[in-house]
């Protein structure tokens, strides 16, 4: 229950899309495509990329967002937030180690989710 989002990784942003849509209830899966939203995708030093995407919901109709192409960003750092909450998604290389499973209560900005080399 986070309404701020923080970077997963230290790196560049490559790719940064608003994309405009509907206000369709977060849970559901089409929410990801359907429903106005940030795509936002880090490059790390090693050249790792993790897309993250922010996700407005039924409720939370706005998302702000401070990613920029071009700029740096640090592990942490804040990425933006989502008024009133809603949905946030990470996209993670498929060699990541994943530290947590489903149903586990994890704590934004502390718990670490996964391990990328």
């Known amino acids: 229950n986070v309404h701020v989002n923080w970077f997963p990784i230290s790196g560049e942003v490559v790719h940064y899309k608003y994309h405009p849509g509907k206000y369709v209830a977060a849970f559901y899966p089409k929410s990801s495509e359907k429903n106005e939203r940030t795509t936002i995708v880090i490059r790390n030093e090693n ?64 718990s670490i989710i996964a391990e990328i080399k």
């Open 47 to 110: 050249g790792t990329e993790i897309l993250t995407r922010q996700i407005a919901g039924l409720v939370a109709r706005r998302v702000v967002c401070y990613a920029q192409k071009g700029k740096m960003v640090e592990a942490g750092g804040p990425e933006g937030f989502i008024k009133f909450g809603s949905r946030a998604d990470i996209f993670l290389p498929l060699d990541a180690k994943i530290n947590v499973k489903v149903g586990d209560k994890v704590v934004g900005s502390e």
